[in-house]
Structure formats: structure tokens, C-alpha cells
């Protein structure tokens, strides 16, 4: 069964496992308080070029979107975001569950405005009503979709004028950035967002995430919210370890850059052939179209996400490629495509 359906099921890259074995019977502090968390931290600053930001390491996505909100937040104040946005629609109610209501906007291409947001705060009209105060997006998108420069300066621009927290879900930060959609640095997010977060998960390590801190005015505090929300792990140091490989010579981009060029390949592949797409998906996701019969025959010989059921019937599906997926297995995909029924 070939794997496209998420860019997370393999283990870790063998740096991180190696780097895990090395320390493996290394005595620390927990919490993340041990040298190899300060070690990964330091990288961090210095290739993110923020060298006053905090970085807090987070076991996973869902934890540290909900650690971020319910530590800015007051108890009265809501998030804006996209309809389609990760938190809206695939984190089970957590952000609910903090007592924090979502304000979403729906968006054919998965991405948030500047223009959305000054729609929220035109629509606050009183204390009645639930008080936008951050506003979150996710780069790449829940489309696969990217951010231009221009695009998060309007939105860091428009948060700036409102005093908005603006906060970036960066699960696949490094294939958005290594994205030829994408003119963004690595150096440019502290600027342009008060928090974001790097995506360790989906790019080559065990599980893991880094959120960095910018703004001094959502520092204070933030560890103590990271406990009560269950996100402090004891053995913190497994994650110092694995950040500290994971941006060794270049190894984060390096990783994404694949993702995103094994993901080329196979919408050229699917193009030729003359498959229309949900969304142009320049990051390592794509939503190719299908007839409901070619989906069934795909997922007898693909792990794929099924997605939209579109009004003529057809089905678009979600395949995703991440730092491991081989040109063996683009072969195999091409092999397969050609194979379908009808193609």
C-alpha cells in the first residue's frame, strides 16, 4: 500500500533517531529545563533571528494552539481565523473547551485577509458581543495553500492597527517557506507575528513543536499555562534533543524542500493526465479530483485522505508527501494513476 495520506506516520528521520540514541542514558533535568532544550533553543533564535523571543517546546499541534489562546485571551475574547483553519475544524473543540469562542471566515483558498479581520472588528459592536483579540492562521494551509510576504504583512499590518494578537500555526512552516509559491525567510516571521510556531511533527521528527514568543506582552506566564493545559512534558529534553538534530546543517528545510518536491512530482504527473485540482496546493499537499469510482479503485492500492464531494458528483482527495516519500514511491503512484479506470 503506497502512503499519501499524511506527512507524519513515518517514525523520525534517522538524524533524530540517531540523536536520540546518542543521549538516550543522559541524566537531566525535566521539563524543559535541561541543556539540550537551552541548546535548541539558542539554534532556534539564531536562525529565526530573534534572539530576545522565548521558545517553549510542545509535544504537539493541537496542545500548542491551545496553549497559545488560552494564555493570551482574556475569558470574554475570541479568535478570528478561516473557516477551514485546523483549529475550526480539527481539534475536537479544544479551543471551546478553554472557554474561548471562534470567529471564522469562510475562504475558497483556505487563507485569511487582512480585509476579513477588519470585517470582524467592524461587527464588535458592544461589550454584548464576544471581543476579537487574536486572529490565527496556519502556513501552509489546511489547503496547501501559502502565505505570500505581502499577504502576512497586511495581516501583521491590520493586527498591529486593531492591537490583535497575531498568531502563526507553522505545522508546515518549512514546506511553506521552501514552497516556490512562497517569498518568505525563515527571519521574517518574529517580525510579522507576535507568536508562531515551528512544526517538528510533520517534518522529520518523532512529535514535537517549537512555539517562539515574540512579543514580550505574552511572555509572562506562558510556562505555567503550558502545565495547566497538560503540555509540559517531564521528559522535556526528548524534544531538545530532537529540535537540536532537526536544525542541524540544514536538516528542517532540507526536510520540507523534499516534501515539496516529491509533492511537484506528482501533481505534474496527475496534470498531464489532465486531473483539475481543488486548489492550486503549491506546498506538499495536493486535492486532485476523481470520479467517485476512481477513488474507490485509488484507495484499494493508496492511503489517501477522501475529501470534498463536490455537486457533480466527483470527489476531490487530500495526498500529502513529507521528508521520507521516495521517488519509488512517485513511480509506484504514477504506475497507479495510469492504472485507473476510465483515466
Not at 517562539?212 to 510556562?223: E, L, M, Q
Not at 524542500?257 to 485540482?277: N, P, Y
Not at 481543488?278 to 476512481?294: E, R, W, Y
Amino acid at each position: 500500500m503506497l502512503f499519501l495520506k499524511n506527512d507524519y506516520s513515518e517514525g523520525a528521520h534517522p538524524k533524530v533517531l540517531e540523536a536520540l540514541q546518542e543521549t538516550n542514558f543522559v541524566k537531566t533535568v525535566g521539563y524543559g529545563l535541561d541543556e539540550y532544550c537551552q541548546k535548541a533553543e539558542e539554534v532556534i533564535k539564531a536562525t529565526f533571528g530573534c534572539p530576545d523571543a522565548d521558545v517553549h517546546f510542545i509535544t504537539g499541534g493541537t496542545i500548542a494552539n491551545t496553549v497559545v489562546i488560552a494564555s493570551v485571551l482574556k475569558p470574554y475574547q475570541g479568535v478570528i481565523c478561516v473557516a477551514s483553519g485546523h483549529i475550526n475544524v480539527h481539534e475536537s473543540g479544544a479551543i471551546e473547551a478553554t472557554g474561548h469562542k471562534i470567529i471564522p471566515f469562510p475562504s475558497a483558498d483556505g487563507k485569511l485577509t487582512a480585509e476579513m479581520v477588519e470585517t470582524a472588528m467592524r461587527e464588535n459592536t458592544s461589550e454584548h458581543m464576544v471581543e476579537p483579540a487574536l486572529v490565527y492562521i496556519s502556513n501552509a494551509t489546511e489547503l496547501g495553500t501559502v502565505y505570500t510576504k505581502a499577504e502576512i504583512e497586511s495581516l501583521s499590518h491590520v493586527c498591529r492597527k486593531h492591537n490583535l494578537c497575531f498568531f502563526i500555526d507553522g505545522a508546515r512552516l518549512a514546506q511553506a517557506v521552501a514552497s516556490p509559491a512562497s517569498d518568505l525567510e525563515l527571519i521574517d516571521f518574529p517580525s510579522l507575528c507576535d507568536i508562531f510556531y515551528i512544526g517538528g511533527t510533520k517534518n522529520g521528527i518523532l512529535f514535537g513543536e517549537a512555539i517562539v514568543i515574540t512579543n514580550d506582552a505574552y511572555k509572562s506566564g506562558f510556562r505555567n499555562m503550558v502545565k495547566r493545559q497538560g503540555g509540559m512534558l517531564a521528559k522535556g529534553r526528548v524534544l531538545g534533543v530532537q529540535f537540536l538534530a532537526l536544525f542541524e546543517d540544514g536538516l528542517f528545510m532540507a526536510n520540507g524542500m523534499h516534501a515539496v518536491k516529491q509533492m511537484s512530482k506528482i501533481v505534474e504527473i496527475l496534470q498531464s493526465r489532465g486531473f483539475a485540482f481543488l486548489a492550486d496546493s503549491p506546498a506538499n499537499m495536493s486535492f486532485p479530483i476523481f470520479t467517485i469510482s476512481q477513488v474507490g479503485e485509488l484507495e484499494s492500492q493508496i492511503a489517501l485522505e477522501a475529501d470534498v464531494v463536490l455537486p457533480d458528483g466527483k470527489q476531490a482527495v487530500r495526498f500529502v508527501t513529507s521528508w521520507a516519500t521516495s521517488d519509488e514511491d512517485i513511480a509506484e503512484f504514477e504506475r497507479i494513476i495510469d492504472g485507473l479506470e476510465s483515466i
